[in-house]
């Protein structure tokens, strides 16, 4: 006998919360909390809406990995691997 198995077609895209992904909802909440701490919940709720309309944009308009890799460019390094040099490091050594 042979089974259907229902394979999904995007394995590689980031988890969906309800209408938006996790990274837009991060963005989000970023500026929520920090409207929170600073008790100006809606104008920061606003910003907050603003950036995850923003990124939304940016990731749909440049290629995949573009934001880690100009978040590497301006010196933040995500990963501490061996294989990743420093980017702050200008002249590397054999």
């Known amino acids: 006998m042979s089974q259907v198995h229902h394979l999904p ?10 209408i938006w992904s ?3 909802i ?3 909440f970023f500026f929520f909390i920090i409207g929170f701490l600073l008790q100006q919940i809606l104008i920061f709720a606003a910003i907050g ?3 995850l309309r923003y ?7 440049k290629a995949r990995g573009h934001a880690i890799h100009m ?3 301006f010196g933040v390094s995500l990963a501490d ?11 590397f050594l054999r």
């Open 9 to 18: 077609t995007h394995v590689d895209e980031p988890p969906i919360i309800l």
């Open 49 to 51: 809406y603003a950036a």
């Open 55 to 61: 990124m939304r944009r940016f990731r749909n308009a």
């Open 71 to 73: 978040m590497y460019w």
């Open 81 to 91: 691997a061996r294989t990743l040099p420093n980017p702050y490091q200008k002249h």
């Open 22 to 24: 996790a990274d837009e």
């Open 26 to 28: 991060g963005a989000f």
